[in-house]
C-alpha cells in the first residue's frame, strides 16, 4: 500500500466536518510530499528539533500541528510557524505560549490536553486542574493565544467499551466547558481524539480531528 491510497481510503471514511491530521513523526520528507500531494495540509509532529528541520524543507502553506509534550523552554522554536498546539497540561505553558506569540506577532491555535487514560503515563489536566485553571480566568488576559478545544488519549487496550466511555468523557466534559466558559467564543469548537487504531469510534463519541499515523505512513521505525 502507498501513502496516497491509505490516505484517501481513511478519507473515504470520514465525515466532511472532521479534519484529518496527518501525523508524519518518524516518517520521512518523501512520505510527507506524497500526502501533500493529494491534497493533506495538516500534519502532526510530536519533536521540537524533527519538525524544525522538516519545516525547512517542507512548503510553507502546511499546517504544522505539534502532538507531543511540549517543554517550556522549546516554545520559541515552534511560535514563528506552529499552527496549532495540541498538548498543553499547565497555565505557565499557555503563558509562555502567549509570550512568544507575541514576540512574533502571531495568534497561536492551542488545545487543553486532558488525562482521560486510566494510564499513569499519559499526560494532561484533570478535571479538577482544567476546571480551576478555566475558573481563574487568568487565561482570558492571554492575549495571543486562541484556546480552540480539548485533547485527549484513550488508554492502550483493545476493551472498546473502556476507549468509548474515555472518548464520551472528553465530549461531555468538552460541552460542559464550552456552556460555562467558552459560550462567546466561536472558536472553541474542536474535540481531538482518535489515532489509527480508534479513529472510528472516536468519530461516533462526537471527535472533530483524528490524528492519523501509522495507517497513513506505515509502522514507525525508531532508530534513536
Ligand atoms: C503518534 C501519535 C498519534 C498517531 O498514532 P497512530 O497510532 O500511528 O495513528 C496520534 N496522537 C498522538 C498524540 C501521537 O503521539
Known amino acids: 500500500m502507498s501513502v496516497s491510497s491509505n490516505l484517501l481510503q481513511i478519507r473515504n471514511t470520514l465525515p466532511a466536518d472532521v479534519t484529518l491530521i ?4 518518524t516518517h520521512p520528507t518523501e512520505l510527507i510530499v506524497e500526502a501533500y500531494n493529494e491534497g493533506q495540509r495538516d500534519f502532526g509532529e510530536n519533536k521540537v528539533q524533527e519538525l524544525s528541520e522538516k519545516f525547512d524543507k517542507l512548503p510553507k502553506d502546511i499546517n504544522w500541528h505539534f502532538i507531543g509534550h511540549l517543554q517550556s523552554n522549546k516554545v ?6 506552529v499552527h496549532l498546539i495540541h498538548g498543553i497540561d499547565s497555565f505557565k505553558l499557555l503563558e509562555i505560549i502567549n509570550k512568544e506569540a507575541i514576540k512574533n506577532n502571531r495568534l497561536i491555535n492551542c488545545f487543553l490536553q486532558v488525562h482521560i487514560a486510566k494510564e499513569e503515563s499519559k ?3 484533570s478535571e479538577t486542574e482544567l476546571l480551576n485553571m478555566l475558573e481563574s480566568e487568568l487565561w482570558m488576559q492571554l492575549t495571543n493565544i486562541q484556546i480552540c478545544g480539548l485533547m485527549g488519549m484513550a488508554t492502550f487496550t483493545e476493551n472498546q467499551i473502556l476507549i468509548k466511555e474515555e472518548f464520551t468523557f472528553l465530549t461531555d466534559l468538552f460541552k460542559k466547558i464550552k456552556k460555562t466558559y467558552f459560550a462567546d467564543f466561536e472558536y472553541f469548537k474542536e474535540i481531538s ?3 489509527s487504531d480508534d479513529y472510528l469510534l472516536a468519530i461516533e463519541c462526537g471527535s472533530t480531528m483524528v490524528r492519523i499515523g501509522s495507517s497513513i505512513f506505515g509502522h514507525r521505525v525508531y532508530s534513536k
Open 123 to 125: 499526560f494532561g489536566f
Open 22 to 25: 496527518a501525523i508524519s513523526k
Open 193 to 195: 481524539m482518535g489515532m
Open 76 to 81: 520559541k522554536y515552534l511560535a514563528p510557524y
